[in-house]
């Protein structure tokens, strides 16, 4: 290898390095020159058949010219690289007086807006999240909530039976027991989600949603309850709204009570929603049965507790007013976006 030789893959490499179109182009240049098997690499194998004076300045020389072309390279990189950016931005021009039809933008849905601000107003309280299974043992759906097989309880509660032994939740107090059976007392939770009946009609739908409230402490009284169910509905739908308690009976509750609040739509004057009461019933509540207790293994008195359970939909109908219960599953934006 001579000196011109070296000469002329300088000579190349530079003309390569400035003809070349774009940025690939200008880089398979640099794989062809200064690459593991490009020609100066070549070079440089050569000269261990120099005679070994010629070595150093030969050496020396093959160095000078690889400086030379990995500067030249950068320079023709960064030249190209700003052409590439020019050319993109005079491609792009944004046309600003171009129309574009309008999207629809998602929105939260109504339920998960009404289970979130109940969550946020329990926590407050200490209350935290649970969850639990939508296909339940018959065990936690029914007996370990002191309804045993047979119990007329059981016709109150429309069920899907998925097999012998198991069903679809018809309720969310099953989240009672499971954390009564794994979790350290005392316990405050709220517990949420679907749950199924054989039911459907302007206010009743087979998948609606529920949330449960329960609390497990030392000293655990009825008046506990009110406070708490009180504070809840008020902070919920408004102040200046009444709660009202009206003796009933669950299983799992003794004593047990459904709640009643002040109708806000009508602030108790009489309307259809209230079907001209005053009044509109949102849930069941009461004490927890030491029979609950007694299945659950919980050391009853030494913990006593309260629990509660409300409809999600009906809550959201009580406090926006909706006129029928099916617009919820029916995912129609002109009703979502009202929210
Ligand atoms: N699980 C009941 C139902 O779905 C509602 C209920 C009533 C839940 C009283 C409770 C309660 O926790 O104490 O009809």
Redesign the pocket.
């Known amino acids: 290898m001579s000196q011109s030789q070296l000469d002329q893959i300088k000579t190349n490499a530079l003309k390569a390095f400035s003809d070349a179109q774009n940025s690939q182009e200008l880089y398979n240049c640099k794989v062809q020159f200064l690459g593991k098997s490009g020609a100066l690499t070549e070079a440089m194998k050569l000269m261990a058949a120099l005679p070994k004076e010629e070595k150093p300045a030969f050496g020396k020389l093959v160095n000078e010219v690889k400086v030379e072309l990995e500067a030249a390279y950068e320079k023709a990189e960064s030249a190209l690289k700003s052409r590439e950016i020019d050319s993109k931005m005079l491609e792009e021009k944004l046309d600003l007086s171009f129309s574009v039809s309008s999207q629809e933008q998602g929105k939260e849905h109504p339920i998960y807006k009404v289970t979130n601000e109940i969550f946020s107003i329990m926590a407050r309280l200490g209350y935290s999240l649970r969850t639990g299974p939508l296909i339940e043992k018959d065990y936690y759906n029914f007996e370990a909530l002191n309804i045993p097989p047979n119990h007329p309880a059981r016709d109150m509660q429309d069920t899907f039976f998925v097999d012998d032994t198991h069903v679809l939740r018809t309720?969310t107090?099953p989240i009672q027991i499971h954390s009564l059976e794994t979790e350290k007392l005392p316990l405050r939770i709220i517990g949420t989600g679907p749950v199924f009946r054989v039911d459907s009609d302007i206010s009743h739908l087979p998948n609606f949603h529920?949330i449960?409230g329960m609390c497990v402490d030392s000293q655990v009284s009825m008046s506990d309850l009110k406070g708490t169910i009180s504070f809840f509905v008020k902070e919920f739908f408004g102040p200046g709204l009444k709660t009202r308690f009206r003796p009933s009976f669950?299983p799992?509750?003794e004593p047990?009570a459904e709640v009643d609040c002040s109708c806000p739509i009508c602030k108790s004057k009489g309307c259809s929603l209230c079907k001209h009461t005053g009044w509109i019933e949102i849930?069941?509540?009461?004490l927890i049965n030491p029979k609950v207790f007694e299945h659950a293994k919980v050391e009853y008195p030494k913990w006593q507790g309260f629990?509660?359970?409300f409809g999600v939909e009906r809550m959201a109908i009580i406090k926006y007013g909706v006129d029928d219960i099916r617009h919820f599953p029916a995912n129609d934006v002109r009703f979502l976006k009202q929210f």
């Open positions: 309720h107090s529920q449960e669950f799992f509750t047990s849930g069941g509540c009461g629990a509660f359970g």
